[in-house]
């Protein structure tokens, strides 16, 4: 596309937004955040500069027009913990490769499985489910366990970001990897910090969520999900090499030369180590998933793995921490000026007078695919969950179908944007798949598993008695 529509095409579009009146019963100054967010998120398909200078101009129009000050507004993200729990994650998975960490493990999961894509595809999802229940922030267990490991994969089998080797089986890797962290997180109420939310939200509309009710009835759709997620992205999105036949014999060979672990690598091994049981213990004794990160970062500086260069060097961490920063403050101040709330109002109007199957089916569609104005998970939860139940049980949906149904919603929805969730931030910050790949790939799966939890899933759900 022409670099002059590039920019026009944004700029008309918020600019139209801008100035058409605001929708009866919205804040105009709602509606003028609204137009500048769809100009924002056009200027980052349209790719008319790099990402970070269309989200700073996105930045600079809120101030200039008055919708936001700069402070404490406007740059209101760049304190939230969540960003910068994305922003350590980065640093220390530069550790896992410095020492060389990294890829001793890469080259394990190699060992195992790597004869072809498909299979390390399916270790990547065994790995997550079999941690998922245990590790209850789903950013930490994709950016402090798995995001180093597939990197290291993927540079260990010669696939780098950033040039056409992305596509031999790195970004194939990247896309299964978060994908199915969203599929985990949906399955149990301990895989992701909002679930807990859900659980809380409902029981305040007398529906009660266990830890065994949510497990059961997410068991047959989640693991199909997990099922299908490789086969997917082989089909839909396919590595251009898919065997490597003599890739275990290599990866054995490999760790032959590196012989023992360093005393380096036993150091990263022994902070990660700590990390893991911080993030699966820590949060009852007020330490977060982001505090847990910051320890971990400031022991590989202490410990001279990580030099403050390398902080400094790591530019895709802070280029990710711009752009992602301002959509978040963005989608933030959305919920605060009301467009959340009256857009719920509308949902609930357009409802009235259905079947409960009808009316329920638009409620988790709307619920869903609004997940485009929203930067986290727990955001949207605690903006639209509550709501949304309390109208899917007026129409008469089975209270607890509604519940879990929104929950389950309530990981998966992030499928199907670059800034949906936190992790989604690490994964398309390392450079394997481009925006609009990233888009189109995460709309087709946010089908499939719509398909799988709503459509095999309500099967299932009648069958243990769920409604």
Known sequence: MSPIFSFLIPALLGIGLYFYPAPTGMDPQGWHLFAIFVATISGLIFK???????????????????????????????????????????????????TKLGIRIAYKFVQWFGRSALGMGYSIVATELFIAPFVPSSAARAGGIMYPVVTAISESMGSHPYDASRRKIGAYLHKIAYNGNLITSAMFLTAMAANPMCQSFAASQGVQITWSNWAVAAAVPGLLSLLVLPLFFYFAFPPTQKRFDHAPDLARKKLADMGTMSGQEWLMAGVFALMLGLWIFGEPYGISAATTALLGLCLLLVTKILTWNDVLEEKEAWHTLIWFAILVTMAKYLQIYGVVAWFSTMVSTLVTGMDWMSAFAVLILIYFYSHYFFASNTSHVSA????????????????????????????????????????????????????????????????????????????????????
């Open 384 to 467: 639209m969950y509550a709501a949304f139940l309390a109208v899917a049980i007026s129409v008469g949906t089975p209270p607890l179908i509604a519940a879990l149904g929104f929950g389950f919603c309530s990981s998966l929805f992030s499928s199907m944007t670059h800034y949906g969730a936190s992790s989604s931030a690490m994964f398309f910050g390392a450079g394997y798949v481009d925006i609009g790949t990233w888009w189109r790939l995460g709309f087709m799966i946010s089908v499939i598993n719509l398909i799988i939890w709503f459509g095999v899933g309500s099967i299932w759900w009648k069958a243990i008695g769920l409604w």
């Open 48 to 98: 008319p500069l790099p990402m970070g200078a269309v989200a700073l101009i996105g930045l600079a129009a809120t101030v200039l027009t008055g919708t936001l000050k700069l402070q404490p507004e406007a740059l209101s993200g760049y304190g939230d913990s969540i960003i910068w729990l994305v922003l350590y994650v980065f640093f220390i998975a530069r550790g896992f490769i410095k």
